[in-house]
């Protein structure tokens, strides 16, 4: 007669047995050291059919022979669990992704192996995400690495790979910048840091040699709040859109260089006719021995040499064709230097010289000799603009302030101001309003000289009320040029 405590044992055999080995949603099997299947569950009968008598590997594989790479081999050897993600057929023969966990047996605890039991599941959904992500994450038309707490590269996508070569476990700035050590102002060590976004706008170097722009954007890898372990770099090739951003720098240094030509011919063409003015006076004073034609004429040949004196040296100035010598400057030290050299000049005349600076504007790129040539032109004339206006109390305001990325500098009169027709040609030709006192190329040098800060310039004027010529300056250029010098 069994004991009420052997009953109880067999009870909970029986119940195992019925209650969990045969119902829990799993596929299970127990397999012996031949590879037999000697027990399985209901759900396994299911999904596999018939199992009774057969071998794991023709069950599961359809084969006739152990696979050559053979966990439960494995298992019998060293007695270790394993978990494998491999493709199994069903009892329909359709082949379905699966997740198999196997751990070994014992009769006796200190003996060897003698049955493998093993859990499968379904994961073919899982699979299929996975395999979308993995394509999705390959073939997205951008670069993508995935970078580690120690700057190695620990996953990076086919654009990145294609364009930077096979990279996995190297240092990120091995390959995007080929150096030793980490870069300046990397956006990866600002997300490590603080776990914000961060972006950029770097130039790497291909695989090939070759020079890539890009902008780079990285993000932090983290759940929750653990911390950092990962940060995802995502960068977009712009070589493409740099290129093009250089090449209309060069358009409008040619079509400035286009327009100075122009001008000068017709400057030139002027000049001549005041020398053949000049020569046809004298000509025509000896002729009747008129000693006041002569000296008109000579008069007449002596202001067009001047003035063809005055525009060969402009010219020569203008014309010097060359990138500008940039350097990190103060704008407002610059300003101020124009203002000591023409406050006493402007007071002469009557005329305020005045500053409004904004003492938060940030250091530029820019080459100061320039730029110390375009406020001496712009302040030049705004004093004579003073001269020939009506108003009373006048002045000339110098102005530097930052506004949307750009670094601004104003010159302002509330002198005579231009007309609609005289505004439009200032930039045009070697036009002037100074008659023979100027040669008209103080404007077009200034233009110019900004165009090769990447710049413009901006001129507001009203008839009798004055002018203001803004100079704009967007930082972004002015980085980039500073980049290239």
């Known amino acids: 007669m069994p004991s009420g405590k052997s009953k109880k044992s067999k009870a909970l055999n029986e119940l195992l047995y019925d209650q969990f080995f045969q119902q829990v949603p799993f596929n299970v099997a127990i397999i012996d050291r031949d590879y037999n299947i000697i027990e399985a569950n209901n759900n396994f009968r299911e999904y596999f059919g018939d199992w009774q008598g057969k071998k794991c590997f023709s069950v599961y594989k359809k084969q006739k022979t152990p696979c050559a790479v053979c966990s439960h081999h494995d298992i019998f050897k060293d007695g270790r669990t394993r978990v494998v993600d491999t493709v199994v057929a069903d009892k329909n023969d359709r082949w379905v992704h699966h997740v198999i966990q196997s751990a070994p047996l014992r009769l006796d605890p200190d003996g060897p192996v003698d049955f493998i039991v093993e859990i499968s599941s379904v994961v073919t959904d899982t ?5 979308e992500y993995n394509v999705l994450f390959d073939r997205v038309p951008c670069y993508i690495t995935v970078i580690d707490e120690n700057y190695r590269i620990v996953r ?6 294609n364009s930077f070569g096979d990279v996995l476990g190297r240092y990120c700035y091995e390959v995007y910048k080929r150096r030793d050590k980490k870069c300046p102002r990397c956006p990866a060590t600002r997300t490590f840091r603080d776990g914000k976004i961060h972006r950029l706008e770097q130039t790497g170097i291909g695989k090939r040699g070759q020079e890539i722009d890009y902008a780079v954007t990285t993000s932090p890898l983290v759940r929750g709040g653990e911390r950092i372990a990962h940060v995802i770099e995502i960068s977009n090739d712009i070589t493409r859109i740099k290129k093009l951003e250089k090449e209309v720098l060069e ?10 030509v122009a001008g000068l011919a017709h400057s030139i063409k002027n000049i001549l006719m005041g020398l053949e003015g000049g020569k046809y006076m004298i000509s025509l004073g000896l002729q009747k021995d008129d000693r006041s034609l002569i000296d008109r004429g000579s008069e007449m040949l002596d202001r067009n040499f001047d003035k063809t004196t005055s525009l060969v040296k402009d010219f020569l100035s203008f014309s010097k ?11 407002n030290v610059l300003v101020r230097e124009i203002l000591d050299l023409y406050k006493d000049i402007a007071a002469k005349s009557g005329i305020e010289l005045k500053g409004n600076l904004d003492p938060k504007i940030a250091p530029a790129p820019l080459d100061p000799d320039a730029i110390h040539t375009c406020l001496t032109n712009l302040v030049s004339n705004a004093i004579d603009a003073c001269l020939m206006g009506d108003q009373k109390g006048s002045e000339v305001v110098i102005a530097t302030r930052g506004e949307q990325g750009k670094l601004v500098i104003e010159v302002t009169d509330n002198g005579s101001g231009m007309d609609y027709e005289i505004k439009k040609k200032i930039f045009t030709t070697f036009f002037t309003t100074k008659g023979g006192g100027g040669t008209g190329l103080g404007l077009l040098t200034t233009r110019k000289l900004v165009q090769e800060h990447g710049g413009a310039i901006i001129v507001e004027s009203e008839k009798g009320k004055g002018t203001r010529f803004r100079m704009e300056f967007p930082r972004k250029r002015l980085e980039m040029l500073y980049k290239e010098s």
């Open 127 to 131: 699979g299929n995400w996975q395999q």
């Open 156 to 161: 990076a996508n086919e654009s990145f790979r």
């Open 321 to 331: 064709g060359r990138l500008p010598k940039l350097k990190m400057t103060d704008p």
């Open 251 to 260: 358009a409008e240094r040619l079509a400035a260089v286009g327009q100075t």
